[in-house]
């Protein structure tokens, strides 16, 4: 089964824990039977391959999050990469490219494709596996999967199917409702449209050549900046007239705001942080090396990282986003593929940095043209590299590196060092790469 893993947005309405980096499906927040916590991209990727050993998946992301993936499921997933973001329709447009040219995948093979942020149970996976057999068998181009409202919501779109029948031929979609509109589309055996849909490989790649000129998928990634922002929904879908819709039953939920991210969580209180015995439906997410008190509150949401701290009622944190836009900051912390990062102080002239590396990881061979730069080691045990010369490096060392001075530091162990950054012109631009033998 080739699964296509849609993983876009940016963290406005999950600030501060999520930012342009960091989109909320990369927060642990879900407790897993050891008591750790995993993300829900970390909870769909090992529910999936809990169905489906052998499923193939593929991640269709943007370049800013590529590292955060590598980190959270390892380097062995597929990856398609958006050089910037263009909505739904050319973004599935490249990865069927990206199957097809680079991955090998024959034209008559069906892939499924899902958000990967829905908060689900296992039966959602055993029906997207049924999903891509029954388009494999061709009665429709698309099969979609139907989503059984539990309320009239004005979130969703909505498919109204010709028949009750498990699977039904599609007979129209809907936009985004007001709530008594949505009622009346229920009452017509409506089902939400989750974004779940499959086809035969060979049929997207014939659309997408129908719409878009070019050659291959090179070709494609090196003009995809060019191409006009437009949904799979709009491009596709409400042109197709052989579609065919599954329906679901069982539980999905878009975690989309604090109020309902909150609904899912195990613990109410994750991080260093206490409350009352006079607090009601409280959930605190404290990220921060500095405890947490809350007395006396009811329903509200509390969360705190580098990033900031956010206090609010729980139905009204799903009005964040305008108020998030104001916020002009550079990210205070960000998951690489090595490892993390943490801002801890910014100057005019200066920015120190607490950085992990992963064991058996190391940095990018690289240099800074207007900034100088220091690392101490404060635990661990691994090697630097500055302009070619090899250096053991553990607790207590110290490395200090000059403008234009190629460096990289490798960890034998977790290491963790202070990064202090040193400069009239501090910015993330200003680094050069290059190849270390």
């Not at 969360?303 to 998030?324: C, L, W």
Request: proline share 3%; glycine share 6%; aromatic share 8%.
């Amino acid at each position: 089964m080739n699964i296509v893993l849609l993983s876009g947005g940016s963290g406005k309405r999950l600030w501060p824990l999520s930012n342009d980096i960091r989109s909320k499906q990369f927060i642990k927040i879900f407790k897993t039977e050891d008591g750790n916590y995993e993300s829900m991209i970390q909870r769909v990727y090992r529910q999936i391959k809990k169905i489906d050993t052998d499923a193939k998946l593929t991640i269709a992301t943007s370049k800013t999050q590529v590292s955060a993936i590598h980190n959270q499921l390892g380097d062995d997933v597929g990856i398609s990469v958006e050089p910037c973001r263009r909505d739904t329709f050319p973004a599935i447009a490249l990865t069927t490219a990206y199957l097809h040219d680079i991955l090998g995948v024959p034209e008559n093979e069906t892939v499924v494709v899902c958000p990967v942020d829905p908060y689900v149970e296992d039966d959602y996976f055993a029906a997207i596996k049924a999903l891509g057999e029954q388009a494999s068998k061709g009665e429709a181009n698309l099969v979609l999967m139907g989503i059984e409202p539990t309320y009239p919501s004005e979130k969703y779109g909505y498919i109204i199917p010709e028949s009750k029948d498990e699977i039904s031929t599609v007979s129209t979609f809907k936009e985004k409702p007001d709530a008594e509109t949505a009622k009346s589309y229920i009452a017509q055996g409506a089902l939400w449209n989750g974004g779940v849909f499959a086809y035969k490989l060979k049929y997207v790649l014939d659309r997408a050549h129908e719409l878009i000129h070019f050659t291959d998928y090179h070709d494609l990634f090196l003009k995809y900046d060019s191409l006009t922002k437009i949904s799979f929904d709009y491009a596709v879908v409400e042109k197709e007239r052989k579609v065919q819709v599954m329906r679901f039953h069982g539980q999905w939920k878009d975690l989309g705001t604090w109020n309902t991210l909150t609904e899912a969580m195990e613990d109410n209180i994750i991080g260093d942080a206490m409350m009352n015995e006079n607090c009601t439906g409280v959930h605190i997410i404290n990220e921060l090396n500095v405890p947490i008190l809350a007395m006396g509150l009811h329903d509200v949401v509390i969360s705190a990282s580098p990033e900031g701290i956010f206090v609010s009622d729980k139905n009204q944190s799903s009005y964040i986003k305008p108020y998030v836009d104001r916020i002009d900051q550079q990210i205070m912390f960000a998951e690489k593929s090595w490892g993390s990062f943490r801002v801890l102080d910014v100057e005019d002239k200066s920015l120190t940095i607490k950085v992990t590396l992963n064991t058996g990881n190391s940095m990018n061979y690289h240099n800074h043209k207007n900034r100088d730069e220091v690392w101490v080691c404060i635990s661990g045990e691994g090697k630097t590299v500055v302009d070619g010369m090899e250096q053991k490096f553990t607790t207590g060392d110290v490395i200090t590196m000059q403008a234009g001075c190629r460096h990289t530091v490798f960890a034998k162990t977790e290491l963790q060092l202070i990064e202090i950054q040193l400069g009239e012109d501090i910015n993330v631009q200003d680094k050069q790469k290059f190849p270390l033998d």
